[in-house]
């Protein structure tokens, strides 16, 4: 063989091996990158369909009206695509499982009690079974399915509750409603996105609620369409963001440095300095263990140097325990919480009350050498703050004496602040229309009123910022669109679940003003569970917000979100008041993995034991799971980059 052919051979071999070890290592990301998770037991009858056409066992009536129905044609044939546990289907009752564990009284507990239980599959009969509205039992066999890991089937089963049952209404904890057909969308997305390689996808659904945003569901309008779920190609579910959306500009809000512009088709952005801004947000307050507002004792974190050398605490000598064993062990020297975060990626932080701190030296600092810009709040009546009305009272926004107070403090805030280069945007209220120590809740309208009056006072001595006002997720709603059209930024406290806020659409066809999402997180304590299975289902709930806020940017999805704000950076153990002790009782139902809120525990980072507070820093996997996304590596980069290269090629 002469010297030429034996180079091309070689060339050969070697382009040979090489595609086998690209595919063998594509074969071997695929499966990690890609697991499904491990499933929590074996249905009887998963059903004979994995995707059900439903035009094949009825007729979809009045999609997108008022008037929408899904009529059954074929009962028994339904049933049978199905499967167990979704409406039509009755198999549950024969499965030999069930028989089992009712015979041996595993079935009693209550099927509220058993959402979250360390035993799926007894939850998930309780629920199948439960005597309960038919709506809400497919949606939370649903749920037991999703957290059993039975993905395909939970799919299925929220898909159910749109097309049979989208006009269920249910309650909160806080007596507002509930609509278990809108949160089943979502739920839908969150979980086609998360396992791409299923290969399908939800279109056209919509389950809109006129009327849906004050406190009954008396006068609610449904307008529903189910949408369907299809077939797609893995790759075809990657969020793309469509640029051309980002060509006209309609409307231009100018703050200066600060912008905000609408495009053509609706989208928002946040420009700073001519750049696109997505608020990647942190609420930052640093509570030293065993103080509280609730005693008079919180201090101000911007001058707190317990130590008494001349340095802030949290932000500049906060250190990283890195063994958990809460002892500062050599080697974990101070960080301080401002490079902890910049490392992270923060690039803003909340200050809910312009007269808790007093050190703009620190926030200076924040800024020029952390890059991390400030939302100045003032709580303008929220827990009677500055109307000079007791707790037991409340703020009254209708009594002219209150809202002088509270314009007055405004004034000052803006006064003291307006020039300072951190401040990105002001912010009024803190989910003031809940009603805590306020008569928002119950006369809306006063205080919506009021707010687009402070809005415009603070324009006649502020051009150079936006406001924004603190809503408690969308109640009222509506009457915000009404009353409040000199507000630039709707901030929303939203605690909704994992899958996301679904809000979007909402927001967009009520009001249509850019949305930042001023709270959102989950405790990282789960009773019964481990440390590391609690601080899992954080990471989940908080990566699950954050894509969702994310894809709804410009450009994405419904294009009205800013960004949003992480509740938050440490545990304060005040919350459920005993300062002293990092409480573990269960305070209030909510839609986090093991179903109750621990108040105490939402920190993506821990002050362990407490007894190094307020300098010990426990790193949490949320934190992580954030660094990868608002501050990735080149490796992280190329890790995301691989991962689109194999649904590419997926079938």
Not at 331 to 359: P, S
Not at 563 to 586: C, L, S
Request: charged share 25%; hydrophobic share 40%; aromatic share 14%.
């Amino acid at each position: 063989m002469n010297a030429p052919l034996k180079i091309v051979v070689a060339i050969i071999v070697i382009v040979v091996l090489l595609a086998g070890a690209f595919f063998v290592a594509l074969r071997l990301t695929s499966a990690a990158m890609f697991k499904m998770p491990d499933k929590g037991f074996k249905l009887y009858d998963s059903g004979s369909k994995e995707i059900v056409r439903y035009e094949e066992y009825g007729k979809f009536i009045d999609e997108g009206t008022t008037n929408y129905r899904y009529a059954i044609s074929s009962r028994r044939a339904l049933a049978k695509a199905v499967g167990e546990g979704i409406y039509p289907n009755t198999s549950v009752y024969k499965d030999p499982r069930y028989k089992q564990l009712l015979k041996e009284g595993k079935l009693a507990p209550g099927h509220w009690k058993s959402i979250y239980t360390e035993k799926p599959e007894e939850a998930f009969f309780i629920w199948a079974t439960a005597n309960e509205n038919p709506g809400v039992r497919q949606f939370y066999t649903a749920l037991t399915l999703e957290n059993a890991g039975l993905i395909e089937h939970a799919i299925k089963a929220y898909y159910a509750t749109i097309v049979h049952f989208p006009k269920t209404v249910s309650f909160t904890y806080w007596k507002t409603p509930w609509y278990p057909a809108k949160v089943a969308i979502d739920k839908i997305h969150y979980l086609t996105l998360k396992y791409p390689l299923l290969g399908m996808k939800l279109v056209g659904a919509s389950a809109n609620v006129e009327n849906g945003f004050n406190r009954s569901p008396e006068d609610d309008i449904y307008r529903v369409n189910p949408g369907r779920i299809i077939k797609c190609k893995p790759y075809s579910l990657v969020e793309k963001q469509a640029k051309k959306r980002l060509g006209a500009v309609i409307k231009q809000a100018g703050f200066g440095k600060i912008n905000l512009l609408q495009y053509r088709d609706g989208d928002w952005q946040l420009m700073v300095n001519d750049t696109p801004f997505v608020i990647k947000g942190m609420v930052y307050e640093p509570t030293k263990i065993g103080q509280s507002p609730d005693e008079g004792t919180l201090m101000d974190w911007t001058r707190a140097d317990y130590n008494n050398n001349e340095i802030i605490d949290g932000p500049y000598e906060a250190w990283v325990d890195r063994n958990v064993n809460d002892i500062q062990d050599d080697g974990e020297r101070a960080i301080g919480d401002f490079a902890l975060m910049q490392k992270m990626g923060v690039n803003t932080i909340r200050i809910y009350d312009h007269k808790a701190i007093a050190n703009k030296k620190i926030l200076r600092e924040l800024y020029g050498k952390y890059g991390i810009m400030v939302i100045m709040g003032d709580l303008l009546g929220t827990y009677a703050v500055g109307s000079g009305a007791s707790w037991y009272r409340g703020t009254n926004y209708s009594d002219p004496e209150h809202r002088e107070r509270l314009k007055a403090r405004v004034r000052e805030m803006v006064e003291a602040y307006k020039d300072e280069p951190y401040v990105l945007m002001w912010v009024l209220g803190n989910e003031t229309n809940y009603g805590v120590a306020n008569n928002s809740k119950r006369f809306p309208r006063p205080f919506y009123k009021f707010v687009n009056e402070v809005a415009l006072m603070i324009k006649k001595m502020d051009v150079n910022h936006p406001v924004a006002l603190c809503n408690g997720d969308t109640l009222y709603l509506d009457i915000f669109a009404e009353l409040c059209p000199d507000i630039d930024v709707l901030g929303v406290n939203s605690y909704r679940g994992w899958q996301g806020f679904g809000f979007w659409h909402d927001v967009k066809r009520i009001c249509g003003k850019p949305v930042m999402v001023t709270e959102y997180g989950a405790p990282a304590y789960w009773k019964g569970r481990t440390r590391e299975e609690a601080e899992s289902a954080q990471r989940e709930y908080l990566v699950g917000s954050w894509k969702d806020i994310f894809y709804n940017t410009a450009g994405y999805g419904y294009g009205n979100a800013l960004g949003g704000f992480v509740f938050e950076w440490t545990d304060e153990w005040w919350k459920a008041y005993e300062p002293q002790e990092h409480d573990v009782h269960e305070q209030w139902p909510g839609s986090v993995k093991g179903g109750w809120i621990y108040e105490e525990w939402f920190g993506i980072t821990s002050q362990g034991a407490g007894r190094k507070s307020p300098y010990l820093r426990q790193i949490r996997e949320g934190y992580y799971a954030y660094k990868k996304m608002w501050n990735p590596t080149i490796e992280e980069k190329l890790k995301k980059m691989w991962y689109n290269l194999v649904l590419r090629l997926a079938k």
